[in-house]
């Protein structure tokens, strides 16, 4: 496709559920992002995919968070025994450039996933 | 850590020029100066980006200082469109980049 997709567009889901998000980067991007933003808050990065290497897991905020990267390209994101507290925006991004790289790093991003948890 | 600070919010008119700065006081030598501009329902879109001096583009300048410690985006001729949250982003020195986002400059153009 063009540009990032995401899906679900919205989801609800009650406490304690589990879900799952979908991120599809622009193709040929191989550095990917996901990035999570609560109501009138900034950002607040999560995990780094970048082409094989492992993972940068750095901001996933708790073990019931976790995402994985099929084939270098799709990712999905995973919130396990959600809580009302991770009722928030997700995004996801990607870029051309790796991350830390000395050329231009832009990043491009999708609509996000809108959670709420009840 | 290249923290950035820029102003939680401006008012402007349509037609005028806006210019938000943003201080990044710790930018190391290779770090690049990115903004990113966000709609509501939308995730963050990229404007413009530098290293020092100045850039243009069909969108917005962007001038640098030569100590680089700080930025400013310049918005020519507003329009009721441009209202949005617009963020400052430096790189990281550690040759990581986690792109950290701040609150932004919530900047809102009144007819």
């Known amino acids: 496709g063009a540009g990032v997709s995401q899906s679900p567009s919205n989801k609800v889901t009650e406490k304690g559920k589990d879900v799952e998000l979908r991120c599809d980067p622009i193709?040929?991007?191989?550095?990917l992002y996901w990035y999570r933003q609560s109501l009138g808050q900034g950002l607040e990065f999560l995990i780094y995919?970048?082409?094989?290497?492992?993972?940068?897991k750095s901001g996933l905020p708790s073990d019931r968070f976790s995402a994985e990267r099929t084939g270098g390209s799709v990712s999905t994101l995973t919130i396990q025994r959600t809580q009302q507290e991770d009722s928030a925006v997700y995004l996801c991004?990607?870029?051309?450039?790796?991350?830390?790289?000395?050329?231009?790093?832009?990043?491009?991003f999708g609509s996000g996933t809108q959670l709420s948890v009840l | 850590l290249a923290k950035t600070t820029q102003p939680i919010s401006m008012d402007s008119y349509e037609g005028q020029e806006v210019n938000i700065t943003c201080s990044h006081n710790?930018?190391?030598?290779?770090?690049?100066i990115t903004w990113y501009q966000q709609f509501p329902s939308q995730g963050p879109r990229f404007i413009i980006q530098?290293?020092?001096t100045k850039v243009t583009n069909e969108v917005a300048s962007l001038f640098i200082p030569a100590d680089r410690k700080s930025s400013t985006l310049s918005l020519p001729r507003v329009s009721l469109s441009d209202t949005a949250v617009y963020y400052c982003?430096?790189?990281?020195?550690?040759?990581?980049?986690?792109?950290?986002f701040g609150k932004g400059t919530m900047l809102l153009v009144s007819p």
């Open positions: 995919f970048q082409g094989n290497s492992a993972p940068d």
């Open positions: 530098g290293y020092k």
């Open positions: 710790n930018i190391a030598t290779n770090d690049y």
């Open positions: 193709s040929g991007h191989t550095a």
């Open positions: 982003l430096v790189g990281e020195d550690s040759g990581y980049s986690t792109l950290t």
């Open positions: 991004a990607s870029s051309l450039q790796p991350r830390g790289s000395t050329t231009n790093e832009k990043l491009f």
